[in-house]
């Protein structure tokens, strides 16, 4: 019996996909919900957190600001203090000796004892003359920046004064040729400009907005703090802050995913991470760039969408109401948290997108799924090993000895001593399987004598199919050889009528041809004798006709010659020869010499690959000499114009190789014929041993070789000739022999 087919389904691990799947929902539910609390308790302290760094922010800012003015305020001082000193002195020596009126009318740094890393560089530029006054107070300018410009170096980039005489004294060690490379026509006005008392009636300090070092290039904001003296303005320091220092302690110190910028209420941008300042002279804008006009704007004023995203905050900060530090872009899903810096009255705001306040609370959600579903694998992994002790492996002792009893094996044991629904199934399982058991064994005792019947009979019909098999093989067998031999048969007689008429006739045709061929010649040397009588152009002409029927004699003794060639083949083809003991591997060196030797003479230069490998026990065999040399040299003919050929098409690439093996067996001697020529179609295979079929060219073969072969080696010698080829690789020949003479 065949065993019961196989589900491969399983009641407990249908049960724990269903249980599974319904947990994995409380617990994705529950991921959903724990994910917006944690949503909405992180944005709230997300913005408590933002507003208190901004407010944190703009204090450390200020500070800087704080500081420069507490510069100021000494270098005011000391300002003061240095014109007392040098009213009492005369200045015009010691000015002299540090300055020069230059060629190009500018006052600048003597160069041969200026040194700008230690001393501050001074430009005064071309057309301001100075008075003793206005040399008292450069020269008192140059002692305080040169006094405190070092000291004031380690928080600021640069110290300078600047003098309403259009003069600046400046101490920048990281450029100390600024006032040499400056050109002449440099002015100040922009540094002095808030400072007379008209445009800064509160004498504070006041912040530039962006510009670009006409030496350096490098863009900066400028804080100054004019000075006044006896109700005149006579001189204003500052300090210059680099934009890229700005712009790296603005992106340094920066909340996680979050950036920070500066601007001025009318819109200028002072540091922002992702609006580079490079490439332009001109500061940029919020409101239209870097350009106030409708020219172009250029490339680091940022893509469409940045333009529009800085305008967007620009108006909701301008836009906010009294006290309030962080605003909300909903169109751009962003918190924005802004304070004032004291001082520049500048503004500091810093962005964050609502996905790091929402990432973090997907991140909370996402430990708390994990956590859920670890313990779902856990109480999974539990369930499964109490249902694979109380439910599984119950149901698979079922299922063995379902299988058990579906072989035939009836003596099966189940835990029938449970006392529960198993237990009572386990019982009726056994019951039923000596059921089972009993009307099997009663149905094969019927069985056996039948079965014992058909099989005796089977056996019967099984002899007799195999004897009438073997009888209808040895009977096709025997209809092809009968055919072939019939073939041969009718062949033979047909050439034997059709040599016997056309032989006499034919050398009649030969014999006149040669006669003809003599008696052209003779004609040739009488005409040569008889030059006298004829003219030039007769005897051209006569000449003429002479060759062409020479020409044409010629052929007709070719083609005679031809045709006579044929027909000796038709009449050995039913000759029958006289048997005798022949050493085979002898006469197979005999007719494998003068194969190669004509195909050679025929074809100067052909490298042949000649393989011979005969075996020495093949001894002597009864063959008809004549008859069985001429089957072995037309297979011999055939492969070394197959290798010919292939030659010809291929070229130098290719060698012409010939393999000759024999071998002797207790019975029968095999000769093999093996060339690596153009190889046989396999729609010509079947018509190979067919008496006058050639794939040959005219007048390159009569299409009797082979069937002349077969004849030879089936009939004359009751042998086996079988070809197997394939086109364009190889063709081999198989010649059998048996060792005893067969009667014919």
């Known amino acids: 019996m065949q065993p019961a087919h196989r589900h491969r389904g399983s009641l407990a691990r249908s049960t724990l996909i269903k249980m599974g799947v319904r947990v994995a929902v409380v617990i994705a539910l529950a991921t959903l919900f724990s994910y917006f609390h944690f949503l909405h308790t992180l944005q709230g302290e997300a913005l ?16 800087l600001f704080v500081l420069a003015e507490d510069n100021h305020a000494i270098l005011q001082k000391a300002m003061v203090e240095r014109l007392l000193v040098l009213e009492q002195e005369d200045v015009s020596a010691r000015f002299d000796s540090l300055f020069a009126l230059m060629p190009d009318g500018t006052i ?7 040194d700008g890393t230690r001393m501050p560089s001074v430009f005064v530029s ?23 410009g070092p000291a004031l170096h380690s928080r600021f980039t640069n110290t300078y004064a ?15 040729t600024w006032s040499q490379e400056v050109k002449r026509s440099l002015s100040f006005a922009k540094v002095y400009e808030p400072s007379p008392p008209e445009k800064n009636p509160a004498r504070r300090t006041v912040w530039s907005g962006i510009y670009s070092d006409p030496v350096t290039h490098q ?32 992106i340094r110190d920066s909340l996680p995913g979050a950036d920070n910028m500066i601007f001025r ?24 760039g870097s350009w106030p006009s409708s020219e172009a704007l250029l490339e680091q004023d940022g893509t469409v969408q940045q333009r529009y995203h800085l305008r967007a905050i620009l108006k909701r900060v301008k836009n906010r109401l009294p006290g309030q530090t962080v605003l909300e872009l909903p169109e751009y899903g962003e918190y924005v948290a ?33 956590f859920g579903l670890a313990s779902l694998v856990m109480e999974l992994l539990i369930m499964s090993w109490v249902l694979r002790q109380q439910l599984t492996r119950p149901l698979q002792a079922f299922t063995q000895a379902t299988d058990q009893v579906a072989t035939g094996d009836f003596q099966v044991a189940l835990a029938s001593s449970r006392d529960d629904e198993l237990g009572r199934l386990a019982h009726g399982f056994e019951l039923m399987a000596q059921e089972v058991q009993r009307r099997e064994t009663a149905l094969r005792q019927a069985n056996e004598g039948l079965e014992s019947r058909i099989q005796e009979r089977t056996r019967e019909l099984q002899e007799k199919n195999l004897e009438l098999k073997g009888a209808l093989v040895q009977l096709k067998e025997a209809q092809e050889l009968l055919v072939q031999k019939e073939k041969l048969a009718s062949l033979g007689a047909l050439t034997a009528g059709i040599a016997h008429e056309i032989k006499n006739p034919l050398n009649f045709v030969n014999n006149f041809a040669q006669l003809s061929v003599g008696l052209v010649e003779d004609l040739r040397e009488a005409l040569e004798a008889s030059r006298t009588g004829l003219d030039d152009s007769e005897r051209e002409r006569m000449l003429e006709l002479l060759e062409w029927l020479e020409q044409n004699v010629r052929k007709i003794d070719e083609h005679g010659r031809r045709a006579d060639g044929i027909v000796r083949n038709m009449q050995m083809h039913t000759r029958a020869g006289e048997r005798m003991p022949m050493d085979l591997n002898a006469l197979l060196e005999e007719n494998l010499g003068h194969a190669t030797g004509s195909t050679c003479s025929t074809h100067p230069g052909l490298e042949l690959a000649l393989r011979k490998d005969l075996d020495p026990s ?50 029968q001697v095999e000769i093999r014929i093996r060339d690596n020529g153009t190889g046989i179609p396999r729609k010509h295979q079947e018509k190979l041993f067919t008496p006058f079929f050639t794939t040959k060219p005219a007048g390159s073969g009569t299409g009797l070789g082979l069937s002349i072969a077969y004849d030879i080696v089936v009939r004359q010698h009751r042998g086996e000739l079988r070809i197997e080829s394939t086109e364009g690789q190889f063709t081999e020949c198989l010649i059998v022999l048996p060792k005893s003479p067969v009667s014919a």
């Open 48 to 63: 408590m957190d933002l507003e208190r760094y901004v407010t944190e922010r703009s204090q450390q800012e200020e500070a």
């Open 219 to 250: 863009w900066m904001v400028s804080v100054v703090t004019p000075l006044d003296l006896d109700g005149h303005h006579i001189a204003s320091f500052g300090h210059d802050v680099l934009l890229n220092e700005l712009m790296a302690r603005t």
């Open 618 to 667: 093949v001894g002597k065999v009864d063959v008809v000499p004549q008859d069985f040399g001429r089957a072995i040299l037309n297979l011999l003919d055939n492969s070394l114009y197959a290798v010919v050929q292939k030659k010809k098409s291929t070229g130098e690439g290719f060698t012409p190789e010939l393999s000759v093996r024999s071998r002797s067996t207790s019975t």
């Open 162 to 176: 600047a003098l309403p005489e259009d003069a600046s004294v400046l101490y920048w060690p990281e450029h100390p």
């Open 338 to 370: 802004v304070a004032r810096l004291k001082g520049p009255d500048w503004n500091f705001a810093t962005i964050l997108p609502r996905d790091v306040v929402s990432l973090a609370a997907f991140q909370a959600a996402r430990y708390i799924l994990v």
């Open 265 to 288: 209420d009318d819109g200028q941008l002072l540091a922002y991470s992702k609006m580079p300042m490079t490439g332009t002279t001109r500061p940029y804008n919020i409101l239209y």
């Open 126 to 148: 071309r057309g301001r003359a100075l008075d003793a006054e206005g040399r008292r107070r450069l020269l008192a300018a140059y002692d305080v920046i040169a006094q405190y």
């Open 108 to 114: 600048r740094n003597r160069p041969e004892r200026f």
